[in-house]
């Protein structure tokens, strides 16, 4: 089983996945009638061709679903790479699956606690930099109002409100869980922006994860791909 652990409660596993390397490959050779059973360096050059001159359509073949444990805040910024989420579409990059657990059938247990406060970025308003010194007093608060709000949704829930009224006052440091199935080219997507300097710190841990979760699935492409791509 393929499983990375994430954050203090999170992970991401892989439940299927769709082809190999030779799946690239064989996807383009389709064009000429051929069809290889063994990856060799053809296959690399062919690959890297097609990855460099920005041929994806073969990239699309390769699918992977995941079920995953993010803190809200994180998947709020996974949930952004939406191509083709809508059903309508018809753009051959429609192939995001998502599926979540529901706050209104499960009740919330699971917060994420973080072992660092990171100071506010000087010269970035959206990013976050080291560690303010003061942790001891940001945990106390933190943990202060975790107290709180989990004690008052526990109360609500025992005067018999609805789980899907009672998490109204429940924070984006929930833990939930996905299922999601998108292709190769959509998951390096992922990757290369949220494997990233400017990206949160905790949804980078997510996408370092995929990555290597990619290197084991896939070795050829996923090197390939990112020997062409780097420093793009
Ligand atoms: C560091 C960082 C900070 C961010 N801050 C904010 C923020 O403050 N507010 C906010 O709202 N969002 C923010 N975002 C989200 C960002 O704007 C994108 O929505 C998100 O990263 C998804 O990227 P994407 O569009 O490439 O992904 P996807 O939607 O998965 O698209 C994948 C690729 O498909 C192609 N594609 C997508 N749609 C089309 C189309 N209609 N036609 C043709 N090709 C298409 C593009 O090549 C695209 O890169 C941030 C992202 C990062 C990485």
């Known amino acids: 089983m393929l499983k990375k652990e994430i954050l203090d ?23 000429f009638g051929k069809r290889k059973t063994e990856f060799d360096d053809s296959d690399r050059k062919l690959v890297k061709f097609l990855a460099k001159h ?13 079920h995953i444990k993010a803190p809200e805040f994180v998947m709020r910024q996974w949930y952004k790479h939406v191509v083709g989420i809508e059903t309508s579409s018809s753009y051959a990059t429609k192939d995001h699956a998502w599926n979540e657990i529901s706050g209104r059938y499960v009740p919330v247990t699971d917060y994420y606690s973080p072992s660092n406060w990171r100071r506010q970025s000087d010269n970035n308003k959206q990013a976050s930099e080291g560690s303010i010194e003061e942790q001891g007093d940001a945990d106390k608060i933190f943990n202060d109002a975790m107290k709180s709000i989990t ?22 440091n929930q833990y939930t869980e996905v299922y999601w199935t998108a292709s190769f080219q959509a998951i390096m997507n992922f990757i290369e922006l949220r494997d990233e300097a400017t990206a949160q710190w905790e949804i980078r841990q997510y996408a370092i994860a995929l990555k290597e979760l990619m290197m084991e699935i896939y070795p050829e492409t996923v090197k390939i791909w990112f020997e062409v791509n780097s420093g793009k």
Do not use: C, M
């Open 151 to 172: 004690e008052h949704y526990e109360q609500l829930l025992s005067l018999g409100v609805a789980k899907e009224q009672a998490r109204l006052i429940l924070p984006l």
């Open 9 to 31: 409660k999170g992970f991401i596993e892989v439940v299927d996945k769709l082809g190999s390397d030779l799946t690239v490959v064989n996807s383009a050779r389709v064009s």
């Open 54 to 66: 920005k041929h994806w359509s073969p990239f699309r073949h390769l699918v992977v679903q995941f």
